[in-house]
């Protein structure tokens, strides 16, 4: 079975702009959490996305924004970005009960000029 | 305010010894808990887990300890080897609540 996959891997963007970035969960899995990882910050949660609804929301300004498709592949969009907004962004995907193990993706380097 | 925390940003464990990675949490209502190993350019992978209402679960060479009244769990990694190097992340849960995870601490496994 496919893990779970990220596009892109890597991408540059100056301040301002905004960035959307891709994720494909686990085939079958429905839940979708998104991920902010940053030197001395651990992981620091997003979002979490089940069955196309928002079903959790970490402490992130309202330009971090995303949504999931039918198929369960969910997308996040930040707007207007920022420079500490470069981090390593990461995609997990479960089967969707809470507390279950999630599989996550590679991440997409972001890095804000 | 950080629930879950990982005051080891590091440790340096000789191949074969035992490494044991420390994390303790605020949340009383956590009953659900992970660790992940994370490699350079890699996502997490799952390591193991271990519900509140255990106390140790042990997968191979690799153990988790849960102590609820100290709000502590730990990995044991015995023996450790070079391939275990890696960024080691706990995490946490309650029910119907989000996953809650450290900072992380960096294992150095040296021959």
């Known amino acids: 079975k496919a893990g779970v996959t990220q596009t892109p891997r890597y991408l540059i963007k100056t301040r301002g702009q905004q960035v959307t970035l891709s994720c494909s969960p686990i085939?079958?899995?429905?839940?979708v959490s998104w991920y902010q990882q940053t030197p001395g910050q651990g992981l620091q949660f997003l979002f979490e996305y089940f069955s196309e609804t928002q079903r959790n929301k970490g402490n992130f300004p309202g330009r971090f924004s995303g949504r999931q498709f039918s198929n369960s592949r969910s997308e996040m969009n930040v707007s207007t970005l920022e420079l500490g907004d470069s981090a390593l962004y990461l995609c997990a995907s479960s089967l969707g009960g809470f507390g279950e193990t999630q599989y996550f993706g590679p991440g997409t380097r972001l890095l804000v000029l | 305010d950080q629930q879950v925390k990982q005051n080891s940003p590091s440790l340096s464990v000789q191949e074969g010894r035992i490494s044991i990675l420390n994390c303790d949490y605020t949340?009383?209502?956590?009953?659900?808990f992970l660790w992940y190993k994370k490699y350079p350019a890699e996502g997490p992978t799952f390591l193991i887990s271990i519900s509140s209402i255990k106390d140790k679960n042990e997968d191979g060479r690799f153990t988790v300890f849960l102590n609820k009244s100290a709000k502590h769990l730990s990995l044991h990694i015995v023996p450790s080897q070079p391939g275990d190097s890696a960024v080691y992340f706990c995490a946490a849960s309650s029910g119907t609540d989000k996953l809650i995870f450290g900072t992380g601490t960096r294992l150095q496994v040296f021959p």
């Open positions: 085939s079958g899995h429905r839940s």
């Open positions: 949340n009383s209502m956590f009953d659900y």
